[in-house]
């Protein structure tokens, strides 16, 4: 088992705890479900005391995550954007993490247990496995709500027809068959969205559904780009704008994949 500790990419232990206190601060006069030895959760009332052994214990436990291998470097984050995405929450939230990575053409015995169906993301959250990305990144939200990440329900589908796009671009042997328009369609409605609410989907600043959507915009950007020579054209500058406000976040830059993995990763795909 690959194993890769990482700290959020700023000060981690002191936002962490600080995350923490005010997470704890939105409970006060309740009791809370604290975490304990990164895994289970046990219930305690409230006192000062706590809140510090808690805070702490929160800042310094990292969370399991088993993510995808690099396809093309030993001992690296590979190519899969669902792994991205479970990682940019946890950096935005300031929460460290433990990286186990995970050779999916060849999955180890340990990973079979723990994922059954056998794919990645999973995360230990409460001393269980937790599978898939939407579920893991709604539980993060809850289990850890500052700094807050939630898209409000009207805006969370924006873009979300993009990836199916693209992929059906990318596997399109035939030229006519609509996939490009396909595609295109969908890229102009996340044009128009972003020129009158961006830069980011909710606004000024990042939130969950940029977190899914932005990992799935590089692999259309390096993967059309390596495969058909094809790139977001120029009539669509808020989606060039988004792409760039996103890919440039620096939890972007330290979770994201080599492109040489990108295109090594659909590769079967476009064979096919
Ligand atoms: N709906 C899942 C999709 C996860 C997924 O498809 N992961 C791929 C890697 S990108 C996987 O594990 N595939 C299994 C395999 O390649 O054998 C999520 O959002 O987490």
């Known amino acids: 088992m690959s194993t890769t500790r990482l700290q959020p990419t700023t000060a981690f ?11 704890v601060k939105n409970h006060l006069g309740f009791t809370l479900r604290l975490p304990r030895n990164n895994s289970g959760f046990r219930r305690h009332s409230v006192t000062r005391r706590n809140l510090s052994v808690f805070a702490m214990s929160a800042a310094s436990d990292p969370l399991e995550v088993c993510v995808k291998a690099s396809l ?5 984050l590979g190519d899969c954007p669902f792994c991205q ?3 940019l929450t946890m950096e935005e939230k300031h929460l460290p993490y433990d990286m186990k990575l995970v050779d999916l053409a060849n999955k180890p015995e340990w990973f079979l247990k723990l994922s059954p169906e056998g794919k990645v993301p999973v995360i230990k959250l409460e001393d269980k496995w937790v599978p898939d990305s939407d579920v893991i990144a709604q539980s993060l939200e ?3 709500p500052d700094p807050p990440l939630g898209t409000p329900p009207e805006k969370a589908s924006v873009g979300s027809k993009i990836f199916s796009t693209f992929i059906g671009f990318l596997k399109s042997k035939d030229a006519s068959d609509g996939t490009e328009q396909a595609l295109l369609n969908e890229l102009s409605a996340l044009n128009d969205y972003i020129k009158t609410n961006g830069p980011f989907i ?5 939130s969950a559904s940029d977190l899914s ?3 799935k915009l590089y692999h259309l950007e390096i993967a059309l780009g390596h495969y058909k020579q094809w790139s977001v054209p120029e009539s669509l500058p808020h989606v060039k704008s988004y792409m760039k406000a996103i890919f440039t976040l620096d939890s972007f830059v330290k979770t994201r994949a080599l ?3 990108v295109i090594a990763g659909w590769r079967p795909k476009v064979m096919g």
Do not use: I, Q
């Not at 093309?72 to 690296?76: D, K």
């Not at 909710?202 to 990042?206: A, H, R, S, W």
């Open 72 to 76: 093309t470097v030993s001992n690296r």
């Open 142 to 144: 809850e289990k850890f």
């Open 202 to 206: 909710n606004g000024e600043k990042v």
């Open 213 to 215: 959507l932005g990992p």
């Open 85 to 87: 995405r479970v990682l």
């Open 13 to 23: 232990a002191a936002s962490a705890a600080c995350a923490l206190s005010s997470t």
């Open 259 to 261: 492109p040489e993995d």
